[in-house]
C-alpha cells in the first residue's frame, strides 16, 4: 500500500532535529597578541610623551660620536636626558646638539648646569671614560640652580675644581717638556701642579703658573729656589758604571718641576702672584737643605687632596726637608 501523498515517512520522522545554539560574539585567542601589541605600543608611546621634558641645545667645538636618539645625558650615572639631534650653527664653526630632558630633571635647563663629553681618555694624571669604549660617547652634567636656560656652550673637559692654594710664577728663557698638569715636587712628594703655561708680555720667556696645595704653602719662602725635574738622571763613568734615577713616570713623560727651601735662612712667605726664575738643574747646595717647615695635617673635609698617585705616594711629617 503506497503511502497517502502529504505524510511523512517513516524514514524523515527518524531523522533528529537540528539543535540551533546562540554562541554569542566570541573573540578567538588570535586577536589578543597583535591587541596586546598595540595596547603596549599606545602606553609607551603615552608614556613617553607623559615624560618628555624641556629641550635644550648644546654646543661643542666637536661631536663626533654623538648620534641622535641613542647617545645619553647623564648625571651620576642616571639617565636624564638624551640627544634628539644634531646639527651644525648657521656659520658652521659649531656643532649643536639638541637635548630633550626628562620632565622630572628641569634643573638641567637653568643657568649653572654644565655639560661635557665623555670619550676615552688616557693622560697623565688619569685614565677615564673607558665605558665609553663600547658604547660611545655620552653627555655628563651638572644641574643648574638659576633662572631657565635652554642654550648653553658644551666642553671636551669636565669642569676642573681645583683645591686652594698658592699661584706662582715660574719663569725660563728655555722651557723643556713641562706642560699643564705637569707635577710640583717638594722632596719627592706632588705638592702642586702646573695650571697653565704662556708667553711672558714682552716674548723674552716663558712664564709657568702653578698651583702650591694649601697645606703646602708654608714650604714655598721668597727664597726657595725651583729647578726643572730630570726625568732620568744619568751619573758614572768609564770605571763607575753608570746609575739611573726615575723620579715618576708622569715627569718621565710631561716633565716636573722641583724646589727646595734654605734651612738657614729661611725667606718670608711667599705670596700669590710672586715670580721665581725656574732653573735648568739644582746646585748641589740646594738639594742639603732640609728646612724644618710645620705643615697642616691632611684634612678632606677642608678639599685637601692629595695629588700623588697612590703607587707614588711616601709617608711624611712635619718637618720637610728638600727633594
Known amino acids: 500500500m503506497n503511502p497517502s501523498p502529504g505524510a511523512p515517512s517513516d524514514q524523515a520522522a527518524t531523522l533528529p532535529k537540528p539543535v540551533i545554539r546562540n554562541r554569542g560574539t566570541r573573540v578567538s585567542l588570535i586577536w589578543l597578541v597583535p591587541l596586546l601589541a598595540i595596547f603596549v605600543a599606545v602606553y609607551s608611546v603615552h608614556d613617553r610623551l607623559l615624560d618628555r621634558g624641556v629641550e635644550i641645545t648644546l654646543r661643542f667645538t666637536d661631536a663626533t660620536g654623538l648620534k ?10 642616571v639617565q636624564v636626558g638624551v640627544v634628539s639631534g644634531i646639527e651644525l650653527s648657521p656659520d658652521r664653526k659649531q656643532a649643536l646638539a639638541h637635548i630633550r630632558l626628562r620632565r622630572s630633571e628641569s634643573s638641567f635647563a637653568t643657568k649653572g648646569a654644565a655639560f ?52 706662582i710664577i715660574l719663569r725660563t728663557p728655555n722651557l723643556q717638556r713641562l706642560q699643564p698638569d705637569s707635577p710640583v715636587f717638594f722632596r719627592g712628594i706632588q705638592v702642586g701642579l702646573v695650571q697653565d703655561i704662556q708667553l711672558s708680555s714682552d716674548a723674552t720667556s716663558a712664564e709657568i703658573h ?35 734615577k726615575v723620579e715618576s713616570l708622569r715627569s718621565l713623560m710631561s716633565g716636573g718641576v722641583a724646589f727646595a727651601t734654605p734651612d738657614d735662612k729661611i725667606g718670608l712667605q711667599a705670596q700669590n702672584g710672586d715670580a721665581f726664575d725656574l732653573h735648568d738643574e739644582a746646585k748641589k747646595e740646594w ?18 687632596k692629595d695629588l700623588t698617585p697612590p703607587k707614588e705616594r711616601q709617608t711624611t711629617g712635619a718637618a720637610v726637608g728638600p727633594n
Not at 670619550?119 to 663600547?134: C, D, F, N, Y
Not at 738639594?287 to 678639599?303: F, H, M, Q, T, Y
Open 68 to 77: 641622535a636618539g641613542e647617545s645619553k645625558v647623564m648625571h651620576l650615572g
Open 116 to 167: 661635557w663629553i665623555v670619550r676615552p681618555e688616557i693622560s697623565m694624571q688619569e685614565i677615564s671614560g673607558l665605558g665609553t669604549v663600547l658604547s660611545g660617547p655620552i653627555i655628563d652634567s651638572n644641574p643648574g640652580d638659576g633662572e631657565l636656560q635652554t642654550d648653553f656652550d658644551g666642553s671636551e673637559k669636565p669642569p676642573t675644581q681645583m683645591p686652594e692654594g698658592l699661584s
Open 210 to 244: 702653578a698651583l702650591i696645595q694649601r697645606r703646602y704653602i708654608p714650604l714655598v719662602k721668597a727664597n726657595s729656589q725651583f729647578w726643572t725635574l730630570s726625568a732620568i738622571d744619568l751619573k758614572g763613568g768609564l770605571f763607575s758604571g753608570v746609575q739611573m
Open 287 to 304: 738639594l742639603v737643605w732640609s728646612a724644618k717647615i710645620a705643615i697642616e695635617p691632611n684634612d678632606p673635609a677642608r678639599g685637601d
